[in-house]
């Protein structure tokens, strides 16, 4: 558990950096984009590593806490549907990014959320509940804080068909194959 909790304070605290030391990072970046951006990539792939491994590992010995009604995972599955198009969505900018304003944030929340109803360990609530509790103060947060451009496609409503066509795509990928792949869990086993 300690390797899991220790890859969520890298990966979950550099990106909130901006949420609590805005000012710290705009002079980072000032001083050197390019380094801040490598910065930034290097704490966040460790800390993805150490979550990966940390769950592996934790799954070998998991505490349950709470275990749901099979029929969980139909909702869970309906929840997951928007993630990836919600997840692309800045970069492809159209209706979808306008009417959800921070699309990446809601795709997170839905993630965890959903992951939520289905697993039950502590790890399952250590790792997910992490996620959902950052994207929610991370929302909040950036009612008071300028936003970054991102880079991306320009705004078309073609993008809005381009998003859902990927993201439903993507979608299917993960459920036939990735997630299983990925994680070792087959989501409709």
């Given at each position: 558990?300690?390797?899991?909790?220790?890859?969520?304070?890298?990966?979950?605290?550099?990106?909130?950096?901006?949420?609590?030391?805005?000012?710290?990072?705009?002079?980072?970046?000032?001083?050197?984009?390019?380094?801040?951006?490598?910065?930034?990539?290097?704490?966040?792939?460790?800390?993805?590593?150490?979550?990966?491994?940390?769950?592996?590992?934790?799954?070998?010995?998991?505490?349950?806490?709470?275990?749901?009604?099979?029929?969980?995972?139909?909702?869970?599955a309906?929840?997951?549907?928007?993630?990836?198009?919600?997840?692309?969505?800045?970069?492809?900018?159209?209706?979808?990014?306008?009417?959800?304003?921070?699309?990446?944030?809601?795709?997170?929340?839905?993630?965890?959320?959903?992951?939520?109803?289905?697993?039950?360990?502590?790890?399952?609530?250590?790792?997910?509940?992490?996620?959902?509790?950052?994207?929610?103060?991370?929302?909040?947060?950036?009612?008071?804080?300028?936003?970054?451009?991102?880079?991306?496609?320009?705004a078309?409503?073609?993008?809005?068909?381009?998003?859902?066509?990927?993201?439903?795509?993507?979608?299917?990928?993960?459920?036939?194959w990735?997630?299983?792949?990925l994680?070792?869990?087959?989501?409709f086993?």
């Amino acid at each position: 558990m300690l390797i899991l909790v220790l890859g969520l304070i890298l990966f979950l605290g550099i990106h909130s950096v901006a949420i609590v030391a805005l000012p710290l990072r705009n002079r980072a970046a000032a001083f050197s984009e390019m380094g801040w951006k490598l910065f930034y990539a290097i704490i966040s792939l460790a800390g993805l590593w150490l979550i990966a491994r940390g769950y592996a590992q934790y799954r070998l010995d998991p505490y349950i806490v709470y275990v749901t009604p099979v029929w969980m995972r139909h909702l869970a599955a309906l929840l997951l549907l928007p993630v990836f198009i919600l997840f692309l969505a800045p970069y492809f900018p159209g209706r979808i990014k306008r009417v959800t304003v921070h699309p990446q944030l809601i795709a997170v929340k839905l993630w965890a959320v959903s992951h939520l109803l289905v697993n039950g360990t502590l790890g399952d609530l250590v790792l997910f509940g992490s996620f959902l509790a950052w994207a929610v103060v991370d929302r909040i947060s950036m009612k008071r804080r300028e936003q970054r451009p991102l880079p991306g496609a320009p705004a078309s409503a073609y993008n809005d068909v381009i998003l859902v066509i990927v993201g439903l795509a993507l979608y299917g990928a993960t459920v036939v194959w990735g997630h299983q792949w990925l994680i070792g869990v087959a989501p409709f086993s």
